[in-house]
């Protein structure tokens, strides 16, 4: 494909997209395959999805898929709440992998102005060694979703509380106390919304290899192609898609497409409540 052809994919924006995919699979979609899937009068776009399986041949539609999205380029959405200096050098430098080396200083800015801080401050190592132990594996990793409304909407937890290795370490230190005082003071909840090349895309959605037949990211879209073709709905954002990413290395500043802030009465509205 040459570079003029190649579109620029925005899962939420399903009616851009979508016409383009089905085109692609012209030759492996049945003429009538919308009424098909209409016909089994599918709940959701997984039920649609699954109608579409049995109509077709699994493995060529997979494939076709596959060829179709590595063609592209793909946005996804990198959720936090940063200040203005942090949204500065992100633009500037990229995003960086998490390392827990780096962090005793972002927790001094994050809590130091919380009335138990003096009880606390002496204990940050202690609190950082045992997250990065037991909190969950994000050392040296970036993540982001698929869906800008799936972090909006479905955990926006990163954008109302920041750094969730921050908030896990504020937790060990305050026994779970709240801190959303600390974490307004934090900045702005914020998208930083990455392009990457469709094979790029594919291979951050399945970070352990593709497992089982249906790799992570062509199965959402998938979904979402099989749902339009039997209602016509192209509102992908309502799906709030939760379709995750993980890289390994970090985010150069050219692939920042934009950083998008989100306004705390948008994010309270569907705050998940995550970190209490």
């Known amino acids: 494909m040459m570079e003029s052809d190649r579109i620029t994919v925005d899962f939420d924006n399903?009616?851009?997209?979508?016409?383009?995919?089905?085109?692609?699979?012209?030759?492996?979609?049945?003429?009538?395959?919308?009424?098909?899937?209409a016909?089994?009068?599918?709940a959701g776009p997984n039920d649609a999805s699954i109608a579409l399986y049995q109509l077709v041949d699994k493995h060529a539609l997979i494939e076709g898929v596959r060829a179709?999205?590595?063609?592209?380029?793909?946005?996804?959405?990198?959720?936090?709440?940063?200040?203005e200096a942090q949204r500065s050098s992100i633009l500037r430098e990229?995003?960086?992998?998490?390392?827990t080396a780096d962090r005793i200083s972002a927790i001094e800015a994050f809590l130091g102005d919380h009335p138990r801080w003096p009880e606390i401050a002496?204990?940050?190592?202690?609190?950082?060694?045992?997250?990065?132990?037991s909190g969950g594996v994000r050392e040296g990793m970036v993540f982001a979703l698929l869906s800008r409304s799936g972090l909006v909407r479905g955990c926006n937890h990163y954008l109302v509380e920041g750094s969730e290795f921050d908030h896990?370490?504020?937790?060990?230190?305050?026994?779970?106390?709240?801190?959303h005082e600390q974490n307004r003071r934090r900045g702005i909840g914020s998208l930083v919304q990455i392009r990457l090349r469709g094979e790029?895309?594919?291979?951050?959605?399945?970070?352990?290899?593709?497992?089982?037949?249906?790799?992570?990211?062509?199965?959402?879209?998938?979904?979402?192609?099989?749902?339009?073709l039997a209602t016509g709905d192209s509102d992908t954002e309502a799906f709030e898609e939760g379709a995750a990413l993980v890289f390994y290395d970090p985010i150069p500043p050219l692939q920042i497409n934009a950083i998008i802030q989100v306004s705390d009465e948008e994010l309270w509205e569907h705050y998940d409540n995550r970190m209490r």
């Open 39 to 42: 016909g089994t009068q599918p």
């Open 68 to 83: 179709w999205i590595t063609d592209q380029d793909v946005l996804v959405y990198h959720g936090t709440r940063i200040n």
């Open 94 to 99: 990229g995003l960086k992998l998490m390392s």
């Open 14 to 37: 399903g009616a851009a997209w979508l016409p383009g995919l089905a085109a692609h699979l012209g030759n492996i979609l049945p003429q009538y395959v919308g009424e098909a899937i």
């Open 168 to 179: 896990h370490v504020a937790n060990y230190l305050l026994d779970s106390e709240i801190c």
């Open 122 to 133: 002496h204990r940050v190592p202690q609190a950082i060694a045992f997250v990065g132990r």
């Open 200 to 228: 790029a895309a594919l291979r951050a959605a399945n970070p352990h290899g593709e497992l089982g037949d249906q790799p992570n990211l062509i199965g959402e879209l998938i979904e979402a192609l099989a749902w339009w």
